[in-house]
């Protein structure tokens, strides 16, 4: 499947600010940095079904449902 970088950023800054809590920024940052790569060749593998994609619809209605919740906060 073609890797678009969209989905990782979506959720990176998320995904870095636990990590800084549980563990301490300089783990969180190696790891931010190792799973980009990582992310990118599971994408790459993985095979494409096209523009029906479950999972693409999937991810654009958790994330609308996401900036809603948060704009209400």
């Known amino acids: 499947m073609k890797y678009n970088g969209f989905y990782y950023r979506m959720f990176e800054s998320s995904m870095k600010k636990v990590l800084v809590e549980k563990y301490g920024k300089q783990y969180a940052n190696e790891?931010?940095?190792?799973?980009?790569k990582t992310y990118r060749e599971l994408v790459e593998k993985?095979?494409?079904?096209?523009?029906?994609?479950?999972?693409?619809?999937?991810t654009r209605r958790f994330l609308h449902g996401r900036c809603i919740s948060r704009a209400e906060a």
Do not use: L, T, Y
């Open 31 to 36: 790891i931010m940095r190792k799973s980009k």
């Open 46 to 58: 993985a095979d494409d079904i096209g523009d029906g994609n479950p999972m693409e619809a999937f």
